[in-house]
C-alpha cells in the first residue's frame, strides 16, 4: 500500500491508461484517466458505445490491467497485486468487489441461492444465514431460491446476480449496464433495488450505463468521451431523466462542436 492513497476511498483510479491492439494499430480506451468514488457513493458512469465506460469498470475489478497508473481498493493497489499474485487478487476481489454484469454470468447448473452464496464459499468463508435470508426476500426471490437460472426470467436472474454481488458486503459493487437484457419496468426495479442499498446500507455502487433513466438513480455521473472524463454533475440538479438526458446530450455537443471549430 502506497501512503498516498487514502483508504477512506473506497475506488481509486489514478493517471490511469489502458490501450488495446487492433490489427496494426492501438486503441487507447482509457487516457489518463483519475478518479475517486467516495464511501457510500452511487457513481453512474455514461457515455457512449466506445467512450471507454466498460473498460473503466473492468480495470475497476482487477479483470484487466492498466498500461499506465493504478487502482487503489480500499488503499489496496490492486494494479500492483495483479502483478505479484493472480491468485490474491482473485481472493481479494471476491471478498471486497461485488461484480454485476448485463449477460447475468450465474453458473447454470447451481440453484439461486448457491449462486448467491458462490463468492463466499469460493473464499472458503462462512456465510451469513441473516444475509442470505435478508437479500432473497428483498430481491424477492423466495420461491425461485431452488430453481436454477433457466427456469427463471432475464429479472430474475439479474436479481440473483445483484444478491451475489451483495452477499459478501464488500468495499464497491461494479455493475455494467445491469439492466441492458431487461425490459424497462425490470430494469427500473433493478435500479431501485440498487439505490435501496445504496441508502440503506450505504453500500457504496458504481454503474456504467448509456441511459439517462439509469442514471438518474445515482447521486453523481461522470461522462466518458474516447476514453477522457468529459464532465461530473450531480444528479439532485435535475428534476427527472429527461432534463439529466439534455444537460448529458448538452456536454457531448459541445465538445463535439469545439472539436469541429478547431
Known amino acids: 500500500m502506497n501512503d498516498s492513497s487514502s483508504p477512506m476511498f473506497p475506488l481509486q483510479f489514478e493517471s490511469v491508461t489502458k490501450r ?26 455514461m457515455g457512449a458505445s466506445g467512450s471507454g465506460k466498460s ?17 487503489v481498493v480500499e488503499g489496496q493497489d490492486i494494479t500492483a497485486m495483479a502483478a505479484r499474485s493472480d491468485r490474491r487478487l482473485t481472493e481479494f476481489r471476491r471478498r471486497r468487489i461485488g461484480l ?6 450465474l453458473i447454470p447448473t447451481l440453484t439461486a441461492e448457491q449462486n448467491i452464496l458462490l463468492p463466499i464459499l469460493a473464499a472458503g468463508a462462512s456465510s451469513d444465514p441473516d444475509r442470505l435470508e435478508e437479500l432473497i426476500a428483498r430481491l424477492g426471490l423466495g420461491t425461485r431460491r431452488h430453481h436454477r437460472p433457466d427456469a ?8 440473483v ?25 425490470s430494469g427500473q426495479q433493478l435500479c431501485q433495488l440498487l439505490r435501496e442499498q445504496n441508502e440503506e446500507r450505504k453500500t457504496t455502487i458504481v454503474v456504467v450505463t448509456h441511459e439517462p433513466h439509469v442514471a438518474i438513480w445515482a447521486s453523481r455521473v461522470v461522462v466518458l468521451r474516447d ?17 439529466l438526458a439534455a444537460h448529458y446530450h448538452e456536454v457531448v455537443d459541445v465538445v463535439s462542436a469545439a472539436e469541429v471549430a478547431s
Open 20 to 45: 488495446f491492439r487492433q490489427g496494426v494499430s492501438t486503441v487507447e480506451a482509457l487516457r489518463d484517466v483519475s478518479l475517486a468514488i467516495r464511501p457510500g457513493e452511487f457513481v453512474a458512469v
Open 55 to 71: 473498460t473503466l469498470l473492468h480495470v475497476g475489478a482487477g479483470l484487466t490491467r492498466p498500461e499506465e497508473g493504478r487502482v
Open 100 to 105: 454485476v454484469f448485463q449477460a447475468f454470468n
Open 152 to 159: 427463471m426470467s432475464g429479472g430474475e436472474q439479474q436479481r
Open 161 to 185: 446476480a445483484i444478491a451475489r454481488a451483495l452477499i459478501a458486503d464488500p468495499a464497491v459493487v461494479l455493475a455494467d449496464e445491469p439492466t441492458g437484457s431487461l425490459d424497462s419496468v
Open 227 to 243: 476514453g477522457r472524463i468529459l464532465d461530473e454533475f450531480e444528479t439532485g440538479d435535475f428534476k427527472d431523466s429527461h432534463s
